[in-house]
């Protein structure tokens, strides 16, 4: 993202060099004319890029935000949802079992 900023502003600087009157570069006026509005698309064309960088960046800082969130969740959710085991319950049902089988085979 630093990068745009970068070029932009030396786009500008660019644009900013042209557009003085004291400044004698080669070629005509016309053509000086055109190269400043080629730099003036450019610079637009960065800042919309540099626009689309920044909010790219936040959907991605808001996803990873969100992807914590939502992995926390899922391991509430898998701990709640774990079924627990019934052992005592178990072992008194195969106790009444054996004793009522014990009982009914005298």
């Keep these: 993202m630093g990068e745009y900023i970068y070029q932009a502003i ?11 009157k004291d400044c004698h570069y080669g070629g005509s006026r016309s053509s000086q004319q055109k190269q400043i509005a080629n730099l003036e698309q450019q610079l637009e064309i960065q800042k919309k890029l ?3 960088a920044e ?10 935000e969100r992807q914590e969130e ?16 019934n052992w005592g319950l178990q072992g008194l049902l195969s106790l009444a079992a054996f004793a009522f089988g014990f009982l009914v085979g005298r």
């Design 10 to 20: 030396t786009m500008f600087w660019f644009a900013f060099i042209y557009q003085r």
């Design 50 to 52: 540099t626009e689309i």
């Design 55 to 64: 909010k790219s960046a936040e959907v991605e800082h808001i996803a990873y």
């Design 70 to 85: 939502l992995t926390d969740r899922a391991i509430k959710l898998a701990e709640v949802g774990r079924s627990k085991s």
